[in-house]
């Protein structure tokens, strides 16, 4: 009877053997009809090859079905659902990870070879696409418990030692009024002892952030940042590097009027010979000092730049403590970054 298990013939069906397409009630009956009929309970395997006497002979006219046939139907079925899945992700994160441009007269096409811009603590942050790795690696933004602003950070670390791939580490909730040797985190920490050996074998190594500070300033280790044109709106990589004081200058200081893409990236060495051939290290232009990006620069570039703005301000005393105040960064009036 349709609609009876096919092994009990009393209950209802609530199963279908993938196999043999055998309509069972119960796991009981799906073992008895293996044990019986000796199916293995397995689907065909839809790539392999079928003769079409053998597709004709499975014809089933009690039951009007073809378990072959079945079988290619579901397989195809599967196929065309998988790529219409594909197809709709596939749009739906062009759609987030492109710019958008557009050609009518409101709202005018932006070239593709400039970068969006903002500046962020008077830092000169080029923006990139959303979807791109180092966009959504980004967790820079206005931490409002601390009262200050926090940065990511890339940490690129280069060995003394030939052959060894130079270690790259991204931290973030970097404080912008911690030096760099603050900044850097029992992570990074370890990795410089393991590539500039800051320890003997038999030497304990410090467990405070305070003491592991204090060993990164001894250490005579060398930090580097990339070079930008001042005011650029290439999001293009830089081989130049120009060198950073580790230990008396906040990150706000360090990085104030330079240019990062989405944000910073620090390279250590012990010594400058330990740099790759690839990069050059110079000396840094004067002009990159001596101007702060606003909306009166000459060039007209900054005009256009969207600038994030609030009317937050900072307080040292609150955050920071007496220690960091001695420093006379002043940062005024923030800029904050409200992630999306």
């Given at each position: 009877?349709?609609?009876?298990?096919?092994?009990?013939?009393?209950v209802e069906?609530?199963?279908?053997?993938?196999?043999?397409?055998?309509?069972?009630?119960?796991l009981?009956?799906?073992?008895?009809?293996?044990?019986?009929e000796?199916c293995?309970?397995?689907?065909?395997?839809p790539?392999?090859?079928?003769?079409?006497?053998?597709?004709k002979?499975?014809?089933?006219?009690?039951?009007?079905?073809?378990?072959?046939?079945?079988?290619?139907?579901?397989?195809?079925?599967?196929?065309?659902?998988?790529?219409?899945l594909?197809?709709?992700?596939?749009?739906?994160?062009?759609?987030r990870?492109l710019?958008?441009s557009?050609?009518?007269?409101?709202?005018?096409?932006?070239?593709?070879?400039?970068?969006?811009?903002?500046?962020?603590?008077?830092?000169?942050?080029?923006?990139?696409p959303?979807?791109?790795?180092?966009?959504?690696?980004?967790k820079?933004?206005?931490?409002?418990?601390?009262?200050?602003?926090?940065?990511?950070?890339?940490?690129?670390l280069f060995?003394?030692?030939?052959?060894?791939?130079?270690?790259?580490?991204?931290?973030?909730?970097?404080?912008?009024?911690?030096?760099?040797?603050?900044?850097?985190?029992?992570?990074?920490?370890?990795?410089?002892?393991?590539?500039?050996?800051?320890?003997?074998?038999?030497?304990?190594?410090?467990?405070?952030?305070?003491?592991?500070?204090?060993g990164?300033?001894?250490?005579?280790?060398?930090?580097?940042?990339?070079?930008?044109?001042?005011?650029?709106?290439?999001?293009?990589?830089?081989?130049?590097?120009?060198?950073?004081?580790p230990?008396?200058?906040?990150?706000?200081?360090?990085?104030?009027?330079?240019?990062?893409?989405?944000?910073?990236?620090?390279f250590?060495?012990?010594?400058?010979?330990?740099?790759?051939?690839?990069?050059?290290?110079?000396?840094?232009?004067?002009?990159?000092w001596?101007?702060?990006?606003?909306?009166?620069?000459?060039?007209?570039?900054?005009?256009?730049?969207?600038?994030?703005?609030?009317?937050?301000?900072?307080?040292?005393?609150?955050?920071m403590?007496?220690?960091?105040?001695s420093?006379?960064?002043?940062?005024?009036?923030?800029?904050?970054?409200?992630?999306?």
């Amino acid at each position: 009877m349709v609609g009876l298990c096919e092994v009990c013939q009393e209950v209802e069906f609530r199963y279908t053997c993938p196999r043999c397409l055998k309509k069972t009630c119960s796991l009981q009956c799906s073992k008895d009809h293996k044990a019986k009929e000796g199916c293995s309970g397995v689907a065909h395997d839809p790539t392999s090859y079928i003769s079409s006497e053998q597709l004709k002979n499975e014809d089933d006219e009690e039951h009007e079905s073809n378990l072959l046939v079945q079988r290619d139907y579901n397989f195809l079925t599967q196929i065309k659902r998988t790529v219409e899945l594909h197809k709709r992700d596939g749009k739906a994160k062009n759609k987030r990870s492109l710019n958008i441009s557009y050609t009518d007269s409101k709202r005018p096409r932006v070239e593709e070879s400039q970068s969006r811009r903002v500046i962020r603590r008077g830092v000169n942050c080029l923006t990139l696409p959303r979807g791109m790795q180092r966009s959504l690696a980004n967790k820079s933004k206005w931490d409002k418990p601390l009262d200050l602003f926090v940065w990511s950070i890339e940490w690129v670390l280069f060995s003394s030692k030939d052959g060894i791939e130079p270690f790259v580490h991204v931290s973030h909730r970097i404080k912008e009024t911690d030096s760099i040797v603050e900044s850097m985190g029992k992570i990074i920490y370890d990795k410089c002892c393991e590539f500039y050996q800051l320890h003997s074998s038999d030497e304990e190594r410090p467990q405070t952030k305070e003491d592991r500070t204090e060993g990164l300033v001894k250490s005579g280790l060398c930090f580097y940042t990339k070079w930008f044109p001042y005011n650029t709106l290439e999001a293009l990589d830089s081989r130049k590097l120009v060198r950073l004081d580790p230990s008396n200058k906040s990150i706000a200081e360090l990085f104030r009027n330079r240019t990062v893409i989405e944000f910073p990236t620090i390279f250590v060495a012990n010594q400058e010979s330990s740099i790759p051939s690839q990069y050059t290290v110079i000396e840094e232009p004067d002009s990159s000092w001596s101007k702060t990006p606003t909306e009166g620069d000459a060039d007209g570039v900054s005009a256009e730049a969207p600038v994030e703005e609030s009317s937050k301000v900072m307080v040292p005393a609150q955050t920071m403590g007496s220690e960091s105040d001695s420093d006379g960064y002043d940062p005024g009036v923030t800029m904050d970054f409200l992630a999306d």
